[in-house]
Nanobody
Framework: QLQASGGGLVQPGGSVKLSCAASGTIFSINSMLWHRQAPGKQRELVAAITSGGRTNYADSVKGRFTISRDNAKNTVNLQMNSLKPEDTAVYYC???????????????WGQGTLVTVSS
């Protein structure tokens, strides 16, 4: 499973850090990603990081958000700075995981955590 934490209410210009931990009998984790879904909008990819540390960001968050991971702890973080009201959304972590005994990677999703940017 993936368990996300962090989020909450933050003022415009503020910062918040999201974390997500994978648990279970994990053999390897390929990409780890954060997505978000704002009210009335489709889910969008925010940031991704490969097992080797290569990152990719949506244009709307470049320079403000930073994704990182700890391979030893099977965690992925999203540091969100200079937040704007339009960053308000439910944020979901997502990972491609191969469990012990599996021959394929499977897609896992966290439960979502709400970030509200408002004064």
């Amino acid at each position: 499973q993936l368990q996300a934490s962090g989020g909450g209410l933050v003022q415009p210009g503020g910062s918040v850090k999201l974390s997500c931990a994978a648990s279970g009998t994990i053999f390897s984790i390929n990409s780890m990603l954060w997505h978000r879904q704002a009210p009335g909008k489709q889910r969008e990819l925010v940031a991704a990081i490969t097992s080797g540390g290569r990152t990719n960001y949506a244009d709307s968050v470049k320079g403000r958000f930073t994704i990182s991971r700890d391979n030893a702890k099977n965690t992925v973080n999203l540091q969100m700075n200079s937040l704007k009201p339009e960053d308000t959304a439910v944020y979901y972590c997502n990972a491609n995981i191969r469990r012990q005994g599996d021959i394929y990677d499977y897609d896992y999703w966290g439960q979502g955590t709400l970030v509200t940017v408002s004064s």
